[in-house]
């Protein structure tokens, strides 16, 4: 499955300062989770993303799904099938595995590394011990039952990004970032 040409990224060694994000994905079931994670890969700046297994091929292959990824992540960011991920780890970067795992640090208390490796379990499983014991971090974020997959990667990227200097908060970035019909504005911000 793996491609000599989709290896990882090597971390941005021209800028230490930028960070570099990957995910990885363990057999993803549902086009409709991965679609949704592209899209968040997209708005919070991964770098690339790998997936193991064959379910998510028969599944986007048998029929057709809701279009989810909107913002076409999947045209700018590398969405990979490969047959390990330990193998797609690029150097430089930290693995952190999310999964509802005893023992576990909750996503609140942990500190990110600024180029990680997040590796993901199945919607309707765990991940496997040999990638939790590579591991550097296992983290899961504290709710009652589980979420879905790509909900998941979301409120870990956004995690990252609210623990993080490194992003924009101004006007500019909501009128770039926001649907071309809002036009709303906070009352306020009329006035002005």
Same mark, same amino acid.
């Given at each position: 499955?793996?491609?000599?040409?989709?290896?990882?990224?090597?971390?941005?060694?021209?800028?230490?300062?930028?960070?570099?994000?990957?995910?990885?994905?363990?057999?993803?079931?549902?086009?409709?989770?991965? $679609?949704?994670?592209?899209?968040?890969?997209?708005?919070?700046?991964?770098?690339?993303?790998?997936?193991?297994?064959?379910?998510?091929?028969?599944?986007?292959?048998?029929?057709?799904?809701?279009?989810?990824? !909107? !913002?076409?992540?999947?045209?700018?960011?590398?969405?990979?099938?490969?047959?390990?991920?330990?193998?797609?780890?690029?150097?430089?970067?930290?693995?952190?595995?999310?999964?509802?795992?005893?023992?576990?640090?909750?996503?609140?208390?942990?500190?990110?590394?600024?180029?990680?490796?997040?590796?993901?379990?199945?919607?309707?499983?765990?991940?496997?011990?040999?990638?939790?014991? $590579?591991?550097?971090?296992?983290?899961?974020?504290?709710?009652?039952?589980?979420?879905?997959?790509?909900?998941?990667?979301?409120?870990?990227?956004?995690?990252?990004?609210?623990?993080? $200097?490194?992003?924009?908060?101004?006007?500019?970035?909501?009128?770039?970032?926001?649907?071309?019909?809002?036009?709303?504005?906070?009352?306020?911000?009329?006035?002005?």
């Amino acid at each position: 499955m793996s491609d000599p040409q989709n290896q990882p990224m090597p971390v941005n060694e021209t800028d230490p300062n930028k960070s570099f994000v990957s995910i990885g994905l363990v057999n993803p079931k549902t086009p409709v989770n991965v $679609a949704g994670i592209m899209r968040a890969s997209g708005c919070y700046q991964v770098d690339q993303v790998f997936y193991t297994g064959n379910r998510y091929n028969y599944a986007v292959n048998a029929e057709p799904q809701y279009e989810v990824d !909107k !913002k076409q992540a999947t045209k700018t960011i590398p969405l990979v099938g490969v047959d390990s991920l330990l193998e797609q780890v690029p150097d430089g970067s930290t693995i952190v595995c999310v999964d509802l795992v005893v023992g576990a640090v909750p996503l609140p208390q942990f500190v990110h590394p600024q180029n990680a490796f997040y590796v993901f379990g199945p919607e309707d499983g765990s991940i496997p011990q040999q990638l939790i014991d $590579a591991a550097k971090h296992v983290v899961y974020v504290p709710t009652v039952g589980c979420m879905n997959l790509a909900a998941s990667v979301n409120v870990l990227l956004y995690d990252r990004l609210a623990k993080s $200097a490194e992003h924009q908060t101004d006007d500019e970035l909501i009128r770039k970032s926001r649907d071309n019909n809002n036009r709303t504005r906070v009352k306020h911000w009329l006035n002005k």
